[in-house]
């Protein structure tokens, strides 16, 4: 497996693009198209907030299929919460597009992020859907990246090849989210796209099995939003002998799926709303997995630890207390605790630290802290970011 | 019921005083008693958290005889996660007070709250607990409310008078707690003081069921502390025929203790770190007492309704999404939201409002959020505040 240059148009017959059509105040990049020269094969993983957008909505109706040409993608609206008009604002957008592209409607998604309750401007939408499609380039993926971006300071993206039985398959994504990032979706949107010949049935397993351990082990503020989703897109156009069996190609385009989603989920906690660096909290030696998510969630999450990392303020103490709180089955006699390399707690006892020293590990753009309950044998992490007054600052103002 | 001056001196027979032994760096008061003249009857609740410090654990032991004299509180060290010295150190606290009382060891309890795993400074603490006891005054209880403050702005206490049988009772009280408060005790202290003659039993009954209503319907960052506790004196010196069953007396008694620890609840909200307003979150309709709950927890824990609170920007958005990831059951079609009495959403759907009249609600030093789920008869209340460039500054940087 080899990182490639580019995102979502690295593999062959795809097309993207973006352009700003004025959902956005500041005259950005604000919609989006991913688009498959053939129908594809598609899965996707959807917020499980009780609340869903309108657009998420006819996404989750027009993915009943199993395949699809296109996703739509506007930011700057979440297209939420506006009553009946909402789903039927996402359809309008599916058929125009789909008529431009001489498809059905139900063969193109539609996801939307931004303020919630606001109508969309379908005034400034729907002219702009011609622009879009004819603008599609099989190099327009960093375009597509900056289009979906909300308070992202980074575009998301990656790619990467992989040999197939001697050839050549490529997957590439694209990701938006930094705030309401958390398990189970969050305020995020991945689009990855593959060349693969993979049958619909693995290909929705394997994204299953990837998103559990890469986009849902991020939070940077423990909500999620109503409208995210990470969809899959994959055209055969590589031409590999088809993976209909979980075999050894099936497992190498895991990997490789694997990889491109924890890049992306990575960077979404790294790009977290004000962060200056990414944490990884992990947990060892727990009696079963439940209670490692719980424990690496609960420290990931607590705002104390968090701004704890951004002072670089070695109170070791507030991730003890976040585990103790965090429903995982431990005893306090027996946990240890590390940032690093160096230990913090032993048996659940402070240890002399070179003060100095554990400040520069936090000063560092990467901070591993390790959690071990002594337990049992099962082992989770999660990647957040510090909390930082820039956090504040954003969301503080977020629609104003 | 009236509310009358002091705190936990002002029932009778209550001393109390605080003295700077030299735990904070700042040289302000750190070590705090409240006594009582005779042996009280006490009733507790404690963390859930399942580390717990030593000092709560030495408390926890010494409150099944049902009675004790006085408590300690020292504030700058949390004595947890310090090995076995750590309940040592808190005997030890307990044990010279008790030769300075003339009393037993068991019948003190000891508090300790601050930084996690540095050792008890011994040296500092138990030459001052002379001066501790000799300076004890019957008006001493405001003295004792400042030297429990950690990064509270503001001594907590309060006090009321009721009439049971013609007789005069009152109820006094204290508490800290700005930051780590949460549900479930979180890093909070309050002690209740009445002359109140109440059986133990019914004590402990009265103060679970106020506690459940106040205290725990606080949070501030969602995280809950490994020291923190809630414990009541009640030395029966106001003579009042015994409250020993569940009659007219003992409602009135809980009344007066909802009132006390309402006010002293709702002031940790108010003074929660950085905070600039306090923001209630109620919810009606849930289908079940859990749901209602939930549902206001989640809204009231979240970062991103905290810091529009704190920006006054309507984003009545992230308040249907909290809910919406609560866990709590309700149908988005029916939900409504209201800030103050002003309609955001009804059914589900945004509906239009004055802008600058909404943001004017925010803007007051008191917001509430109602969330109707429509769904069934049950309510519940929870206390928050705003997230603000404080709350960061103060926790980025704690120890140091």
């Known amino acids: 497996m080899n990182v490639i240059k580019g995102g979502v148009t690295a593999p062959e017959g795809f097309f993207a693009t973006g352009v700003a059509c004025g ?60 009553g009946d008009r909402g789903y039927g604002d996402a359809l309008k957008i599916a058929t125009v597009t789909s008529e431009l592209l001489d498809c059905r409607p139900q063969d193109i998604l539609v996801a939307s992020t931004g303020v919630i309750g606001v109508p969309l401007n379908m005034d400034a939408i729907i002219p702009a859907l011609e622009e879009l499609v004819s603008n599609m380039d099989p190099d327009g993926g960093h375009d597509a990246a900056e289009a979906i971006m909300t308070t992202d300071t980074i575009t998301k993206e990656v790619a990467i090849e992989l040999e197939l039985q001697d050839t050549r398959v490529v997957i590439g994504g694209m990701a938006k989210g930094s705030g309401m990032i958390h398990p189970n979706m969050a305020t995020m949107i991945g689009v990855i796209t593959t060349d693969a010949n993979i049958s619909r049935k693995l290909l929705d397993k394997a994204l299953r099995t990837v998103v559990k351990s890469s986009f849902n082990r991020v939070t940077v503020d423990g909500d999620t939003s109503v409208c995210d989703m990470v969809v899959i897109f994959a055209n055969g156009m590589a031409e590999n002998p088809s993976i209909i069996n979980e075999g050894e190609d099936y497992e190498k385009f895991v990997s490789g799926l694997e990889y491109v989603c924890t890049y992306l989920a990575k960077l979404i906690a790294r790009d977290g709303e004000g962060a200056t660096k990414l944490v990884e909290v992990a947990v060892e030696g727990a009696e079963n997995p439940d209670d490692a998510y719980r424990a690496a969630c609960a420290v990931a999450k607590s705002p104390l630890v968090k701004t704890m990392m951004f002072g670089n303020d070695v109170n070791w103490g507030r991730i003890i207390t976040a585990v103790g709180y965090s429903g995982a089955e431990f005893d306090p006699a ?39 309950l002594n337990k049992g044998v099962y082992s989770d992490r999660v990647w957040t970011c510090d909390l930082s007054y820039d956090y504040v600052k954003i969301n503080a103002s977020y629609r104003t």
Chains 1, 2 share one sequence.
């Open 334 to 372: 027996y946990i240890d605790i590390y940032i690093g390399d160096m230990p913090m707690c032993k048996a659940g006892c402070a240890v002399d630290f070179d003060e100095a020293e554990a400040r520069r590990l936090l000063e560092q753009d990467e901070v591993r802290v390790l959690i071990r």
């Open 23 to 82: 959902l956005k105040k500041d005259g950005k990049k604000d919609l989006a198209i991913v688009c498959s020269e053939d129908s594809a094969a598609i899965a996707g993983v959807f917020t499980t907030n009780k609340v869903k957008g309108h657009s998420l909505q006819l996404t989750m109706e027009h993915m009943k299929t199993g395949y699809a040409n296109a996703i739509v993608i506007n930011s700057g609206n979440a297209n939420a919460c506006v």
